[in-house]
T-cell receptor, first 115, second 113 residues
């Protein structure tokens, strides 16, 4: 069964460093998302992406964040200058259908630890 | 009112019983409702979605939606110890001025053998 994949599974970085989290969505999906989950807290929406542009972004997704689909398969989240509070699980999700009837399937996540 | 609200639990049920999980949401115009299961340290796994008022059944799971009451629930029949997890209610609506899927904090379910 097709699934969303993410790399790396765990990323440790120093405060102020740039990180890139990578995702490979399910191959026929057209809608892509990033979420984060701080330990013990709820899953929070960061950004949605369709047709090579951002559709929606949350207040969390400030100028330090960017997303890109550099080729036909990868979808990346870049954090330019990491802060301690960026430590969280980051989940990529993808969907085949147009909102609002769009079930989203999550990848296994990348645990980001900022020291 | 919180955007998506769930009782954090834990909800404890004996094996074989029906588990009932509830969720309310604030955006009356919301159109899509999802239930995810999340095991500790793992990613959310989609188990049910519902778009129309009424009931939707899939195996041991039934989702119930009442848009007038802004209420969605998940019933798990014949609960098994493997169902022990946190169940996340997620709603696609306009929250904070833009469209997004908003998650509740989740209800922790414990199925006692």
């Amino acid at each position: 069964e097709p699934e969303v994949t993410q790399t790396p599974s765990h990323q440790v970085t120093q405060m102020g460093q740039e990180v890139i989290l990578r995702c490979v969505p399910i191959s026929n999906h057209l809608y892509f998302y990033w979420y984060r989950q701080i330990l013990g807290q709820k899953v929070e929406f960061l950004v949605s992406f369709y047709n090579n542009e951002i559709s929606e972004k949350s207040e969390i997704f400030d100028d330090q964040f960017s997303v890109e689909r550099p080729d036909g398969s990868n979808f990346t989240l870049k954090i330019r200058s990491t802060k301690l509070e960026d430590s969280a699980m980051y989940f990529c999700a993808s969907s085949e259908r147009t909102p609002p009837y769009n079930e989203q399937f999550f990848g296994p996540g990348t645990r980001l630890t900022v020291l | 009112q919180k955007e998506v609200e769930q009782n954090s639990g834990p909800l404890s049920v004996p094996e074989g019983a029906i588990a009932s999980l509830n969720c309310t949401y604030s955006d009356r115009g919301s159109q899509s409702f999802f239930w995810y299961r999340q095991y500790s340290g793992k990613s959310p796994e989609l188990i049910m979605f519902i778009y129309s008022n009424g009931d939707k059944e899939d195996g041991r799971f039934t989702a119930q939606l009442n848009k007038a009451s802004q209420y969605v629930s998940l019933l798990i029949r014949d609960s098994q110890p493997s169902d022990s997890a946190t169940y996340l209610c997620a709603v696609l609506g306009v929250f904070g001025g833009y469209q997004k899927v908003t998650f509740g904090t989740g209800t922790k379910l414990q199925v006692i053998p």
